[in-house]
């Protein structure tokens, strides 16, 4: 089966910092997600990646794959306390159907004012 | 409602009885999922509907889970014969279909406690 693994698993920065996480694949990653959860609520989209090399950005957040579609990385420009929570990868595992998502394990973002 | 919502928020209950777990998708949404969530893990697939049938099941860890959504809306989620390590938060899902990008609407998720 295919696994995702995330890093950092926590991340403490500075109010104003820039930071990235990671997430990487054993296999070809069909469609790459970004979610980001806070304790106690669901799941937010923040963006999905399909292509090698593509790179999408919302507001202070950046998110790329790489080429090889094994690599994504998400980055965020002058973090703020909002930005605090879990960001998860999930990768679509149902062979490009597009449904089946399998999560990495999540990486724990605090963000001190 | 606007979006996913799951009852109840918090269900504690003792080993061996049976659950039932319900998610009210956003209206319109044919795509319906459940996943399971680990203290410190990442969401697990358990099962996928698309319209009323479970077009695919293969995540449900065992027979005693079982899963339904008879008119295509809204879903419960059934364990028999609960153990202790089916504690956990159970996650519904909805979104438009087998569309790109396939953005899964989360809910806040059930927080199932089995003593």
């Known amino acids: 089966s295919q696994e995702l693994e995330q890093s950092p698993q926590s991340l403490i920065v500075q109010e104003g910092k820039n930071l990235t996480i990671n997430c990487t694949s054993s296999?070809?990653?069909?469609?790459l997600y970004w979610y980001k959860q806070k304790y106690g609520e669901g799941l937010i989209f923040l963006m999905m990646l399909q292509k090698g090399g593509e790179e999408k950005s919302h507001e202070k957040i950046t998110a790329k794959l790489d080429e090889k579609k094994q690599q994504s990385s998400l980055h965020i420009t002058a973090s703020q306390p909002s930005h605090a929570g879990i960001y998860l990868c999930?990768?679509?595992?149902?062979?490009?159907?597009?449904?089946?998502?399998?999560f990495g394990k999540g990486t724990l973002l605090t963000v001190n004012p | 409602g606007a979006g996913v919502s799951q009852t109840p928020s918090n269900k504690v209950t003792e080993k061996g009885k049976y659950v039932e777990l319900r998610c009210d998708p956003i209206s319109g949404h044919t795509a319906l999922y459940w996943y399971r969530q680990s203290l410190g893990q990442g969401p697990e697939f358990l099962i996928y509907?698309?319209?009323?049938?479970?077009?695919?099941d293969s995540g449900l860890p065992n027979d005693r889970f079982f899963a339904v959504r008879p008119e295509g809306s809204v879903s419960t989620l059934k364990i028999q014969r609960t153990e202790r390590g089916d504690s956990a938060v159970y996650l519904c899902?909805?979104?438009?279909?087998?569309?790109?990008?396939?953005?899964?609407?989360f809910g806040p998720g059930t927080r199932l406690t089995v003593l």
């Open positions: 509907f698309q319209g009323t049938g479970a077009a695919d």
């Open positions: 899902a909805s979104s438009l279909g087998r569309v790109t990008p396939n953005e899964q609407f």
């Open positions: 296999k070809t990653l069909y469609g």
């Open positions: 999930g990768a679509d595992t149902s062979g490009g159907s597009n449904y089946k998502l399998t």
